[in-house]
């Protein structure tokens, strides 16, 4: 059974500074890996998406990785801003067909960006 | 383009109660999600829809039924609510087999006492 893991649980940092959010998954056979943001009281939304044949994925001042055999993916976030307070997701989607492509998702990284 | 709408957005039930969380997309996808987030827990996959008429069951499907009668709607039944079904409920739907983004309503905050 895939799980996904989120390291640091809870992060603030001063605003200015360059991060790293870690998630890490116990079954390589993954199809592609996302991450999403999720605002207080609100849905989340997709950020990047990495397919497993990718290692990076860009988009403004975030950039996702995905090292698959090593079972690991980063989020690095740029010169973050006090707009970037959120709480970070990761969800892997399995290879396999039914549930198993579903996806699983990380407890999430919850980020506050201080003046 | 409301994009995943989903009513309401909080509610109250005593145990044993019954009630159906809404949720409407008007982007035409073929695939529809339920899912509940647990207090500092991931997200867990309830029920999910491949297109009109065709449900399946996700990772956490007990206390729950769903239906889909049209494209756009994908109601989520409790029946017989439980203390262990508060929780917030978020719908998400994407286009299909071909997009892996899915869009996600604000959710629905459910609490059972």
């Known amino acids: 059974k895939q799980e996904v893991t989120q390291i640091p649980a809870a992060l603030s940092v001063p605003e200015g500074e360059n991060l790293v959010l870690n998630c890490s998954f116990t079954?390589?056979?993954?199809?592609?890996l996302q991450w999403f943001r999720q605002d207080p009281g609100k849905g989340l939304t997709s950020l990047l998406l990495?397919?497993?044949?990718?290692r990076e994925q860009t988009s403004g001042r975030l950039n996702a990785s995905l090292d698959k055999s090593s079972g690991r993916s980063t989020l690095y976030i740029a010169a973050s801003q006090p707009g970037d307070s959120a709480t970070y997701l990761c969800?892997?989607?399995?290879?396999?067909?039914?549930?198993?492509?579903?996806?699983?998702f990380g407890t999430g990284t919850r980020l506050q960006v201080t003046l | 383009n409301a994009g995943v709408t989903q009513t309401p957005k909080f509610r109250i039930l005593k145990i044993g109660q019954s009630m159906t969380l809404q949720c409407t997309q008007d982007?035409?996808?073929?695939?529809m999600y339920w899912y509940r987030q647990d207090p500092g827990m991931g997200l867990k996959l309830i029920y999910y829809?491949?297109?009109?008429?065709?449900?399946d069951k996700g990772e956490v499907p007990n206390g729950y039924n769903v239906s889909r009668s049209t494209t756009e709607d994908f109601p989520l039944r409790l029946e017989l609510a439980a203390p262990s079904q508060t929780s917030v409920y978020f719908c998400?739907?994407?286009?299909?087999?071909?997009?892996?983004?899915?869009?996600f309503g604000p959710g629905t905050r459910l609490t059972v006492l």
């Open positions: 998400a739907s994407r286009p299909g087999q071909n997009t892996d983004t899915q869009y």
């Open positions: 079954d390589s056979a993954i199809y592609n």
């Open positions: 990495i397919q497993s044949s990718q």
């Open positions: 969800a892997v989607r399995g290879g396999g067909t039914g549930t198993a492509s579903k996806l699983t």
């Open positions: 982007m035409n996808h073929n695939y």
């Open positions: 829809s491949v297109g009109a008429g065709i449900t």
